[in-house]
């Protein structure tokens, strides 16, 4: 049995080694484990803290067999674009899809899903946007409206692991979810000992504290002495795209609909820091995700035509033996094709661009251009 897991490890910690655990005890020492993870950009739309080559490596080490890379355009995708192009992925090669929950009931996370895909919804949830509600708020109300507890959305992992539910429907994926309780506090600023956060974690790296103590060794020697890259060290450089973008480029960014678009433009046009522009923008029916996500794309050059694109080829970062026969047996579909491989297809171009931006993220000396042709596969024997 193969099974999947859709992740960022921003970075790989010791809740993530828990989620591998947990299937090598359940479903055996034998089975597959792929992971398809984001790259150098996150869902949050910040780039990663670190390089995605670094990343994949951990979590070989840390015990999966395969990481291939999410497309940027699904990196950088709502929480729905994000699960199903995460689970349209790993459909192709896995027969299960594990993921974290605060609320690991496979049974109510299905029946959410079911409902969130039924043609009862969505003019229920355009009566809710109407009254002026926020998204969130909305969704979870006409889920109440359809006598379903709108609850289970109100907690971040929960969302996601409605998402993906969704994607497996939708697209009738053979793989079977398989939720695991998730501990801790997804946002929590300060790490906890057994469920540590990636956002407490991230911010101890920006504050200059260790993370040693929240992270399997393997990892944590990978992570070391690791180049750290912040939105922060790259805000410059963000700041002089919007700065000189037309108003034909604003409209054509993803996530810009009912004038959000717009708005960004002006506040881009008359405050000095990307917090004052995102804060701006920020309402009570817009979150800030969707804002950070919204001007990363505008600096990488991702349009919403781009966004919407059917994902043409995955890219293979790492893996072990049992990650090779894995891939081997789906490698004459040409779907799955090896870090730094060059590809006829306009997407190997933006590749390359996205790679070289990636690298004005970097703390202190920027990362040079160039590092799309110089990567290559990890592999890791045994």
């Given at each position: 049995m193969n099974v999947g897991i859709v992740c960022e490890y921003n970075p790989f910690h010791l809740g993530h080694r828990k989620q591998i655990a947990f299937i090598r005890e359940n479903f055996g020492q034998e089975a597959g484990i792929i992971c398809a993870m984001s790259g150098n950009y996150v869902q949050r739309g910040h780039p990663a803290v670190f390089d995605k080559s670094i990343r994949a490596e951990a979590a070989i080490r840390c015990g999966a067999d395969l990481v291939v890379e999410l497309p940027v355009t699904t990196a950088l995708s709502s929480a729905e674009g994000f699960a199903?192009?995460?689970?349209?992925?790993?459909?192709?090669?896995?027969?299960?899809?594990?993921?974290?929950?605060?609320?690991?009931?496979?049974?109510?996370?299905?029946?959410?899903?079911?409902?969130?895909?039924?043609?009862?919804?969505?003019?229920?949830?355009?009566?809710?946007?109407?009254?002026?509600?926020?998204?969130?708020a909305a969704r979870q109300a006409a889920l109440e409206a359809m006598g379903l507890s709108g609850k289970i959305l109100e907690s971040p992992n929960n969302i996601?692991?409605?998402?993906?539910?969704?994607?497996?429907?939708?697209q009738s994926s053979p793989m079977k979810p398989l939720p695991i309780f998730r501990g801790g506090s997804y946002h929590a600023e300060e790490a906890d000992a057994e469920n540590p956060s990636a956002s407490s974690l991230r911010l101890r790296l920006q504050r200059g504290l260790k993370i040693s103590g929240f992270l399997p060794a393997a990892a944590g020697q990978l992570f070391a002495n690791a180049p750290i890259h912040t939105l922060e060290a790259g805000e410059r450089a963000v700041l002089g795209k919007l700065r000189t973008m037309t108003e034909a480029e604003f409209e054509a960014l993803p996530f810009g609909s009912e004038g959000l678009w717009r708005k960004l433009m002006h506040e881009s046009r008359k405050r000095a820091t990307l917090e004052d522009?995102?804060?701006?923008?920020?309402?009570?029916?817009?979150?800030?995700?969707?804002?950070?996500r919204m001007i990363l794309c505008a600096f990488l050059g991702i349009t919403a035509e781009m966004l919407e694109a059917e994902i043409p080829?995955?890219?293979?970062?790492?893996?072990?033996?049992?990650?090779?026969?894995?891939?081997?047996?789906?490698?004459?579909?040409?779907?799955?094709?090896?870090?730094?491989?060059?590809?006829?297809?306009?997407?190997?171009n933006m590749e390359q661009r996205w790679e070289d931006l990636y690298g004005l993220f970097q703390a202190g000396t920027p990362g040079q251009p160039g590092a799309a042709n110089r990567r290559r596969v990890v592999y890791i024997p045994g």
């Open positions: 199903s192009g995460g689970a349209a992925v790993l459909s192709r090669l896995c027969d299960g899809l594990c993921f974290g929950a605060e609320t690991a009931d496979s049974t109510l996370l299905q029946d959410t899903a079911r409902a969130l895909l039924s043609e009862e919804f969505p003019p229920l949830l355009r009566r809710e946007l109407d009254k002026g509600r926020s998204f969130p996601l692991a409605v998402e993906y539910c969704k994607a497996i429907l939708r522009i995102a804060a701006s923008v920020k309402s009570k029916r817009y979150t800030r995700s969707r804002i950070d080829y995955v890219r293979v970062l790492a893996f072990n033996d049992r990650g090779r026969e894995i891939l081997s047996d789906v490698k004459k579909e040409g779907f799955f094709v090896n870090a730094g491989q060059p590809v006829s297809h306009p997407l190997w």
